[in-house]
């Protein structure tokens, strides 16, 4: 079944580590994105990439970095310049067009 | 700029009650709206959409309808069942700047739906 996996489910790091989350696409989707989810709050979105190699800054992009070297792949770093980590991630594709997004079941990171 | 605005939850239903969640948008121009269902701890799924003014998107018995003269897209649905239970998202998309789609997501709605 084609979908996007998201890796791993929980992650716990100390403070002024970076860590990396897996985002993984099979359904041939050009365009990926990463948001964040806070408690009680609506989606913000980190990143986005619409092709391989090119990506852009979101609304909230400070703290994080991205790449896309491969279609399937976009990968989210979450720095130690990052002021307030602990959160909710998730990663979505979408197909060419306006068809909304498929989203993955999501990371949840807390930094200790 | 664009923006969704949803009604403060959470909304509280008996099995088999109607469910209704308001949702208006602000955008230039002529975007799609989406809604989008998230159950506990997970991702969010699309539930429907509509792409242009008085289309009415619907699946598993939701519906909304694009309402462009009062710049809404509510979510209803006729009986609502426990399994219900989750935070749904609207949203709306329209084209960016640097090419592709935009999409501006509401802060969600929590439904609870009672035995």
């Known amino acids: 079944d084609g979908g996007i996996t998201q890796s791993p489910k929980y992650l716990f790091r100390k403070e002024g580590q970076n860590v990396t989350l897996s985002c993984e696409q099979n359904?041939?989707?050009?365009?990926m994105y990463w948001y964040r989810q806070d408690p009680g709050q609506g989606l913000r979105l980190i990143y986005y990439?619409?092709?391989?190699?090119?990506?852009q800054k979101g609304d909230i992009a400070e703290g994080y970095s991205v790449s896309r070297e491969k279609k399937e792949s976009f990968p989210l770093t979450v720095t130690s310049a990052q002021k307030n980590p602990t959160a909710f991630y998730l990663c979505?594709?979408?197909?060419?067009?306006?068809?909304?997004?498929?989203f993955g079941s999501g990371t949840r990171l807390t930094v200790v | 700029g664009d923006s969704v605005t949803q009604m403060e939850g959470p909304v509280t239903l008996s099995e088999e009650a109607f469910l209704t969640i308001n949702c208006t948008y602000t955008?230039?121009?002529?975007?799609?709206l989406f809604w989008y269902v998230q159950y506990p701890g997970e991702g969010l799924q699309l539930l429907l959409k509509?792409?242009?003014?008085?289309d009415k998107g619907s699946n598993k018995g939701f519906e909304a309808t694009y309402r462009k003269e009062t710049t809404s897209f509510h979510l209803e649905k006729g009986s609502v069942q426990v399994s219900d239970s989750a935070v749904y998202f609207c949203a709306l998309s329209t084209p960016g700047n640097t090419g592709g789609f935009k999409t501006i997501f509401g802060a969600g709605t929590r439904l609870f739906v009672k035995a």
């Open positions: 359904l041939n989707h050009d365009a």
């Open positions: 509509a792409t242009k003014a008085d």
């Open positions: 990439s619409q092709i391989v190699n090119d990506f």
């Open positions: 979505a594709s979408s197909e060419e067009g306006d068809n909304g997004y498929t």
């Open positions: 955008a230039t121009g002529y975007p799609s």
